[in-house]
């Protein structure tokens, strides 16, 4: 009971900034006796710092109380298709470092020895006793790394030592430390439910638009996997029955960022400008529109299919493109809404997530800092056995 209400209290400063003991006991429901000595142990274990009083009331000066950034870190690692992005973060959240690695597709030992380069840099930086406080790492990755081989035109020995490769075990052997693993796009989702617009929304469906566009589900303010891992994957939802039996095209054939990528690279531009603001610049954007033409209708009707089924308060459309094309695609996806009968439901709202390209590598980093930190452990506890 006393970790559980320390981190009650912890979450409490999380969730509402800089805060004085009395307004901990108001949000919390502990008495003033309570709070006093759990704070008191946080600011022992250098988890909690004091801020300047705040004077101009009757009797003694309020003092503010505010995560230490230095109490805590995690490392967040996002294996992509083709970006590999690695963060550290503080136990307030905030990136304190970012690495980034662009390929053409991933190859395990490249991977791994980018990632070893980077714990480096991190131990470098950190002194002895702040690397004591590294919680843990938390991949953020596809569950089939290998999966949509013809689509991609990935080289099969490639997609083999995929198979063959065991990422987590090989990062936990490399680090030493406590390692877990996610779906890349339930790893974004974690982020937008626990650091952005996800935290004053109970149940919503999270799109994610990357390589392949991917998603995460959230009911009753909690992560919803399912059993094998795959709730909220929206990439694999059929377009219809048009005959066309396995064939038939899933949402990923047409609403992913290497359709956009393959329309530059036909016109003679860079690809890799999709995840860019060259996406929205003069020369790219008749490319950016078309690609959104396309892609807004099946986006739309996916989330049709979603409120059929779970009723929802809201969906949340981010992904790894800048906010001139996250904007312009939201518009596109609420126009296209209206060219579908949704006669016997309500239709939800589409909001922007406020995370972007960070998110999956931040929600790989919240895993350990919510693992140890948070009072509901169930949020994240059994990830790993879903997976």
Request: charged letters at 20%.
């Given at each position: 009971?006393?970790?559980?209400?320390?981190?009650?209290?912890?979450?409490?400063?999380?969730?509402?900034?800089?805060?004085?003991?009395?307004?901990?006991?108001?949000?919390?429901?502990?008495?003033?006796?309570?709070?006093?000595?759990?704070?008191?142990?946080?600011?022992?274990?250098?988890?909690?710092?004091?801020?300047?009083?705040?004077?101009?009331?009757?009797?003694?000066?309020?003092?503010?109380?505010?995560?230490?950034?230095?109490?805590?870190?995690?490392?967040?690692?996002?294996?992509?298709?083709?970006?590999?992005?690695?963060?550290?973060?503080?136990?307030?959240?905030?990136?304190?470092?970012?690495?980034?690695?662009?390929?053409?597709?991933?190859?395990?030992?490249?991977?791994?020895?980018?990632?070893?380069?980077?714990?480096?840099?991190?131990?470098?930086?950190?002194?002895?006793?702040?690397?004591?406080?590294?919680?843990?790492?938390?991949?953020?990755?596809?569950?089939?790394?290998?999966?949509?081989?013809?689509?991609?035109?990935?080289?099969?020995?490639?997609?083999?030592?995929?198979?063959?490769?065991?990422?987590?075990?090989?990062?936990?052997?490399?680090?030493?430390?406590?390692?877990?693993?996610?779906?890349?796009?339930?790893?974004?989702?974690?982020?937008?439910?626990?650091?952005?617009?996800?935290?004053?929304?109970?149940?919503?469906?999270?799109?994610?638009?990357?390589?392949?566009?991917?998603?995460?589900?959230?009911?009753?303010?909690?992560?919803?996997?399912?059993?094998?891992?795959?709730?909220?994957?929206?990439?694999?939802?059929?377009?219809?029955?048009?005959?066309?039996?396995?064939?038939?095209?899933?949402?990923?054939?047409?609403?992913?960022?290497?359709?956009?990528?393959?329309?530059?690279?036909?016109?003679?531009?860079?690809?890799?400008?999709?995840?860019?603001?060259?996406?929205?610049?003069?020369?790219?954007?008749?490319?950016?529109?078309?690609?959104?033409?396309?892609?807004?209708?099946?986006?739309?009707?996916?989330?049709?299919?979603?409120?059929?089924?779970?009723?929802?308060?809201?969906?949340?459309?981010?992904?790894?493109?800048?906010?001139?094309?996250?904007?312009?695609?939201?518009?596109?996806?609420?126009?296209?809404?209206?060219?579908?009968?949704?006669?016997?439901?309500?239709?939800?709202?589409?909001?922007?997530?406020?995370?972007?390209?960070?998110?999956?590598?931040?929600?790989?980093?919240?895993?350990?800092l919510y693992a140890n930190f948070a009072p509901d452990r169930d949020l994240f506890l059994k990830l790993d056995d879903a997976l």
């Amino acid at each position: 009971m006393r970790q559980y209400n320390e981190r009650v209290v912890l979450q409490a400063i999380r969730l509402n900034g800089q805060i004085s003991g009395a307004e901990i006991a108001r949000l919390t429901h502990l008495t003033a006796q309570a709070i006093s000595l759990i704070t008191k142990r946080l600011l022992d274990d250098e988890l909690l710092i004091k801020k300047t009083p705040q004077r101009g009331k009757v009797g003694q000066p309020s003092v503010p109380l505010v995560l230490n950034p230095d109490g805590a870190f995690a490392i967040g690692v996002k294996v992509g298709r083709r970006s590999l992005d690695i963060l550290l973060v503080d136990f307030s959240g905030a990136v304190r470092e970012r690495w980034n690695l662009s390929y053409d597709f991933a190859d395990p030992n490249q991977i791994l020895g980018h990632i070893s380069q980077c714990l480096a840099k991190i131990k470098h930086k950190l002194s002895p006793k702040l690397w004591e406080r590294v919680q843990g790492i938390g991949i953020a990755a596809p569950l089939h790394m290998g999966g949509w081989q013809q689509l991609l035109g990935l080289d099969a020995d490639v997609v083999a030592r995929w198979e063959r490769f065991q990422l987590k075990e090989e990062i936990a052997t490399l680090t030493g430390l406590p390692v877990q693993t996610l779906k890349d796009t339930t790893a974004a989702c974690v982020a937008e439910l626990v650091a952005g617009r996800g935290r004053d929304m109970r149940n919503f469906v999270y799109v994610f638009v990357d390589t392949f566009i991917g998603g995460g589900l959230v009911l009753d303010s909690h992560l919803h996997l399912g059993k094998h891992g795959n709730a909220g994957a929206l990439g694999s939802l059929p377009l219809g029955l048009n005959g066309g039996g396995k064939h038939s095209p899933q949402l990923l054939n047409v609403a992913s960022l290497f359709k956009l990528e393959s329309r530059f690279i036909t016109a003679g531009l860079d690809g890799r400008a999709t995840s860019d603001e060259r996406a929205a610049s003069p020369e790219y954007w008749p490319h950016t529109q078309a690609w959104i033409a396309e892609t807004a209708p099946p986006i739309a009707f996916a989330m049709l299919n979603s409120t059929c089924l779970l009723d929802l308060e809201g969906v949340i459309l981010d992904g790894c493109f800048c906010s001139a094309v996250k904007e312009a695609l939201i518009v596109a996806v609420e126009a296209a809404m209206q060219d579908f009968n949704w006669e016997g439901i309500v239709a939800p709202q589409v909001f922007a997530g406020t995370i972007g390209s960070d998110a999956r590598a931040l929600g790989g980093a919240l895993l350990p800092l919510y693992a140890n930190f948070a009072p509901d452990r169930d949020l994240f506890l059994k990830l790993d056995d879903a997976l």
